[in-house]
């Protein structure tokens, strides 16, 4: 007979081969779990505690599509308009950053026509965590002004290609700039993100499993235990400086898990 429901108390065995390349128990009486795997029917409203806000332009959506294993679209459309689409816990306060938060997601970009996302439009797209609160603004600084963030970016940052994957944070002391993993997206094709704040001091990114820090130490020890965040996956056209695009963004599933408080 298995001695593994004596050794792990009767608790889900779960391996994790990005991070921690092992086999770890964790139990709803010692973690949190929030997961979707958006399985809903087209036009429906997102299940609580997830959110879909917008801004901007109305001709965006953000809605699910008719498509195996679930999938949350946010797509723009080509009305010469700043437009914002946001996924989160609409304000809610549940997330500690110094009780080992772990976030995953599963997302792809599709573009519309172009090679690359276009610098006078300026796009701005968040994977990752932000302070609770937060609402979606089409506007550049609104991420960058928020109190606590950690995340994955990709768009027209700084005047790049809008292929590259870059990683950034803020504490309120350490403000780390958006910093290329030295990784390219690939229009079309799904890849799955990874933040694991285990160590608040050392925060690791991962890309496709593949750590993507890039000789980059994340330090977001400064975030009190108190400083409350929210998964935050922001799709913004910020700018209508150029030829708008119908370009979209799927989100397959989001996983965020976390040491109960």
Same mark, same amino acid.
């Given at each position: 007979?298995?001695?593994?429901?004596?050794?792990?108390?009767?608790?889900?065995?779960?391996? #994790?081969? %990005?991070?921690?390349?092992?086999?770890?128990?964790?139990?709803?009486?010692?973690?949190?779990?929030?997961?979707? =795997?958006? %399985?809903?029917?087209?036009? +429906?409203? !997102? &299940?609580? !505690?997830?959110?879909?806000? +917008?801004?901007?332009?109305? /001709?965006?959506?953000? =809605?699910?599509?008719? $498509?195996? =294993?679930?999938?949350?679209?946010?797509?723009?459309?080509?009305?010469?308009?700043?437009?914002?689409?946001?996924?989160?816990?609409?304000?809610?306060?549940?997330?500690? !950053?110094?009780?080992? &938060?772990?976030?995953?997601?599963?997302?792809?970009?599709?573009?519309?026509?172009?090679?690359? *996302?276009?610098?006078? /439009?300026?796009? +701005?797209?968040? @994977?990752?965590?932000?302070?609770?609160?937060?609402?979606?603004?089409?506007?550049?600084?609104?991420?960058?002004?928020?109190?606590?963030?950690?995340?994955?970016?990709?768009?027209? @940052?700084?005047?790049?290609?809008?292929?590259? %994957?870059?990683?950034?944070?803020?504490?309120?002391?350490?403000?780390?700039? !958006?910093?290329?993993?030295? %990784?390219?997206? &690939?229009?079309?094709?799904?890849?799955?993100?990874?933040? #694991?704040?285990? #160590?608040?001091?050392?925060?690791? *990114? *991962?890309? =496709?499993?593949?750590? $993507?820090?890039?000789?980059?130490?994340?330090?977001?020890?400064?975030?009190?235990?108190?400083?409350?965040?929210?998964?935050?996956?922001?799709?913004?056209?910020?700018?209508?400086?150029?030829?708008?695009?119908?370009? /979209?963004?799927?989100?397959?599933?989001?996983?965020?898990?976390?040491?109960?408080?």
């Amino acid at each position: 007979m298995s001695q593994i429901p004596e050794l792990t108390g009767g608790r889900r065995l779960v391996h #994790d081969a %990005i991070s921690e390349k092992q086999w770890v128990s964790r139990g709803a009486e010692t973690y949190v779990e929030l997961f979707s =795997d958006f %399985i809903q029917d087209v036009g +429906e409203t !997102p &299940v609580l !505690p997830w959110v879909v806000t +917008e801004a901007g332009s109305t /001709s965006a959506t953000g =809605d699910f599509i008719d $498509a195996a =294993d679930g999938v949350l679209r946010l797509l723009h459309s080509t009305d010469n308009a700043a437009e914002a689409m946001l996924l989160s816990l609409g304000g809610t306060n549940a997330i500690s !950053p110094t009780k080992e &938060v772990i976030l995953e997601a599963r997302v792809k970009w599709t573009l519309s026509t172009d090679a690359a *996302f276009s610098e006078d /439009s300026d796009y +701005e797209c968040i @994977v990752g965590l932000a302070s609770a609160g937060s609402a979606v603004s089409a506007s550049a600084a609104a991420f960058d002004g928020f109190d606590d963030t950690v995340a994955f970016r990709v768009g027209s @940052v700084g005047g790049a290609t809008g292929l590259n %994957i870059y990683i950034e944070s803020d504490d309120g002391t350490n403000d780390n700039a !958006p910093h290329d993993t030295g %990784i390219d997206w &690939v229009s079309g094709t799904y890849v799955t993100l990874k933040i #694991d704040m285990t #160590d608040t001091s050392n925060v690791k *990114f *991962f890309v =496709d499993g593949v750590k $993507a820090n890039n000789g980059k130490q994340i330090n977001i020890s400064n975030m009190a235990a108190t400083d409350l965040l929210e998964p935050y996956l922001l799709f913004a056209r910020t700018s209508n400086g150029g030829t708008e695009r119908a370009h /979209s963004m799927d989100i397959d599933y989001v996983k965020c898990t976390w040491k109960r408080s």
